[in-house]
């Protein structure tokens, strides 16, 4: 019995059942740059006229007028390279409403994408009536920022099948989600890699785990425009740069009227004043986060330090990430003058040490960036990856373990270690959450029962 191949055929039964899902409203327009830049969807495409696409480079993001991303490089059919810029809109439509045919800066472009069809057929020419060749986006893509609402917190279908089964079966199952899930992420690094190389791939990784929930969008957007190079060229105002360029500096003055004095928040301030104008424009706006919602040691103000004190460590970090108990023993010792004590920018002192990076979210690293890093470069140990204890869970992982076992008890024994909780986490994410009838066509169930048969 093949359980991986069980497994990925009722993955391939769900996927073609949910493919009329529409993927243009998740997010912003931005947010999708920010996706595609990070090499979510992967770097070869079959264009609209059925060639074959490679994005040998995916060029520069342009954050001024004309197309998003330029001096780009692709191949089609495998034998022509073309060279120029490329345009990525919600719509297909887009290109015609917002007259990029009829501006001459639009004229080098050599790529629309985008990730809706019109009800009509459109091309898209330049103004010289060149024709552009086209790729629609789909939904079949794993990106490590997808976060989808999760209002199930009832018992599912597989509850009864999952029953009949042995603990050592239950984990199993389990251990085969958990080998996708990081086939996946490995897959997602490596795209990153090839887009960006593997240390500010590694960054833009981390960037996200420190996301948290709700947040793992905007900090992709600020590491890919921060970018670690520049952090470590200017190491003095690396923190006021991230600060800044995040939108928790806007204000007039920060530190006006704060009792006592915040002289962190002023140190930040006076570096980023100096910078300010040349980067205002790559500020992300306050619509972009949430600041709300979650525990005060996840707040995006603790998070955004402790992306400055990786940048500020990169060397120590890259010396040791392979070694998975030396890198998660030194994330945990990881500590800051002012973050050791402050939830954000202006709250007040604690009086007892708050843990820079605590070691359940040091966990979630180990399992979402450093162990995709040491499967990368070839070194990964499954063996030894099974027996990393797991810390305390979350609300989707409590879902999850509702949905299948029905029975906490149950649950809490699938969930001690780290592999177990990745599997059941990616069952979540590959059936319960692909699957909106109610378990109505779900083929998890089926799959199980025909483990059993």
Known sequence: MNLDAIYREALEYEKI?????????????????????????????????????????????????????????????????????????????????????????????????????????????????????????????????????????????????????????????????????????????RRAVHVHGIDEALFQALAIALGYKWNKVPFLILAQRVTLQRLRRDSEAAEAVLFGLAGFLESADPCKNLVPPNHYAASLWTHWWKVRSELHSLVLAAEHWKLSGSRPANHPHRRVGTLAVLASHWSEFRKQSNDLTKVCRWFEDLNHRFWDFHYTLHSNASSTPIALLGKARVKEILANVLFPLVAFSGGADWETYKQVRAELGNKHLELAGIRLFGDQARARNHTRFLFQQQGLLQIFDDFCLANRNDCRNCRFPHLIESISS
Do not use: M
């Open 17 to 189: 059942g949910e493919s009329t899902n529409d993927l243009s409203h998740a997010w912003s327009e931005l947010e999708y740059q920010a996706l595609w830049y990070s090499g979510a969807f992967g770097s070869t495409f079959r264009a609209t006229n059925g060639s074959s696409v490679e994005i040998l480079q995916f060029g520069f993001w342009n954050k001024e007028s004309g197309p998003d991303f330029v001096h780009a490089l692709i191949r089609v059919n495998g034998n022509q390279t073309l060279a120029g810029d490329i345009e990525l809109d919600l719509s297909a439509a887009d290109w015609e409403r917002h007259l990029h045919g009829e501006n001459p800066a639009f004229r080098n472009v050599v790529l629309h994408v985008f990730l809706r069809r019109s009800g009509f057929t459109c091309f898209t020419r330049t103004a010289e009536h060149r024709e552009v060749l086209q790729v629609e986006l789909t939904q079949d893509y794993h990106s490590a920022v997808v976060e989808t609402k999760i209002d199930l917190a009832k018992p599912g279908a597989c509850c009864g099948p999952l029953a009949r089964f042995s603990d050592q079966k239950v984990d199993q199952i389990l251990e085969t989600a958990a080998r996708l899930r990081l086939e996946r992420k490995t897959q997602l690094l």
